[in-house]
């Protein structure tokens, strides 16, 4: 089992940053990924960046170039910074873990981007 604790998010004007932070407990050793996906209302959810227990980073399309993913020496706290936001980025975002095929997920954070 594992429990992810986020925060951060808030809103913010077109242009500006924020950074989402996630805390893993638990079973965080059988972690093999984390990372963040974002769903905006009536839409499905989507991979926005994720991160490997071996160190491979897989963006978005849309947020490469603007978002960073990284994550701590213990590798149970993931960190996303966000720059350039755009009204588009607006969703709810929300902590994943993966432990084999099984998703864990946080309780999600609001972004809203706008001026």
């Known amino acids: ?15 500006g940053s924020l950074r989402l932070s996630c ?23 989507e991979l926005v960046a994720t991160i490997a227990s ?13 978002f960073t993913i990284s994550r701590d020496s213990a590798k149970t706290t993931v960190i996303l910074q966000m720059n ?6 607006t969703a709810a975002y929300f902590c994943n873990a993966k432990i084999g095929y099984r998703d864990y997920w946080g309780q999600g954070t609001q972004v809203t981007v706008s001026s």
């Open 1 to 15: 089992q594992v429990q992810l604790a986020e925060s951060g998010g808030g809103t913010v004007q077109p242009g």
């Open 23 to 45: 805390a893993a407990s638990g079973s965080t050793f059988s972690i093999n990924v984390m990372g963040w996906y974002r769903q905006a209302p009536g839409k499905p959810r």
């Open 54 to 66: 071996g160190g491979y980073i897989n963006y978005a399309d849309s947020v490469k170039g603007r």
């Open 84 to 89: 350039s936001l755009k009204p588009g980025d």
